[in-house]
């Protein structure tokens, strides 16, 4: 009888615990459960928008949720060691699509490439003018480097230059201009036969390098020149060569370099080849008026800040001398509204495709390069590529 009582009084005891229990453990699974959620619902939106809201990132400390946590963790933009985004992607952010959404396809859109840029790479700032004018001096970022990569040893030779040329925009009408679409052309064989002509010409700008030509390839690289940009050993050498209308832009890369272009804009005789890797120009049939000189800076941000290539003390070097398409498209980022290139990037697994959109040289005449890192100054291409920053028209890049 008395073994009985306690052992059914006991039973009354064990059933509200076993019951508690059994709340208590499942009301935690639950709580946990709806952070897990609340906190991936949170993310979801955030994916959506494309960007991070820094006042989130107190609510989610608080939880337990060590998923949350990881996913916290993924979610804090890194930077790679040149200050680039790691994840790159097209998407525009919703501030951007408000601005552009209301302007019809294909318009241009003011500050695009800026503003891409600067969401890959927030140490971006716009302002470097394309070419030297009689202030260059004050450009206190060029003036510590000689050539390539600044302006020291040459100033007095530059000044009698730009007293002759007298010219330093891209011309009144360009200038009037609130947006500018810019357009590099690369000399890759990449162009060739893709019928890319009529789109080229449509560009505000189109910036050519070096010797490409244009008479008969018309229909794959367009009629229009509105610059092109030169180093002395890359200048068409023949005068019946150069088109009738286009701004002969002239970039050094070394002391001699405007040496040569002194004698170009004052038609005095070169005499001498010495100091060229190869033959140059004698006669550049072209008025004063219609030479500039590009700002070293680009070649210098390029090759430092962009591309991340040896410093060297801030001399020439081995594989530190970023390539004239690369200082022409950083131009760009600078001076235009929206960019795209055509022509760019190599196959080196294609070794019998044209190296060139304009000879028979083949894909495997390309020689590991002293000057260039190629493999170096696509990578970040690609960034600008994939960061949705300028468009590349026959995706070699
Ligand atoms: C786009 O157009 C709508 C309707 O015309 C207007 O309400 C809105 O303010 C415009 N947005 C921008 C960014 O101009
Ligand atoms: C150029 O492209 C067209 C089609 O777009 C093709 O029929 C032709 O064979 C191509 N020519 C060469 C030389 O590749
Ligand atoms: C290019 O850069 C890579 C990585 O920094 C380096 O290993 C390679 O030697 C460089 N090439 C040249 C030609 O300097």
Redesign the pocket.
Known sequence: MIRMKSTRSFMFLICPMLVLIFLYYSSGRLHLRTSVQKSQARLDSLHSVGRVVAPGMTTWRGKQSFSSFIAHQSFLPEYDKQGFLTKLDRKLPLELQYKYGNLSKGECKPGYTEAKMTLIYPKFSKPAPMFLDPNFKRLSKISSYPPPFGVRTQEKIIDHILSATKSYSLGSELDSLSCKKCIIIGNGGILYNKSLGSKIDQYDVVVRLNEAPVAGFEKDVGSKTTMRITYPEGAIQKPERYEKSSLFVFSAFKAMDFKWLRHMVFKDKLRTMEGFWKSVARVVPRDPEDMRILNPYFIQEAAFKFIGLPHNRGLMG??NIPTLGTVAITMALHNCDEVAVAGFGYDMNTPHAPLHYYEKLKMSAIK???TH?I??EKEFLRKLVMGGVIQDLTNGI
């Open positions: 081995r594989g590991e390069s002293w890192n493999s170096k």
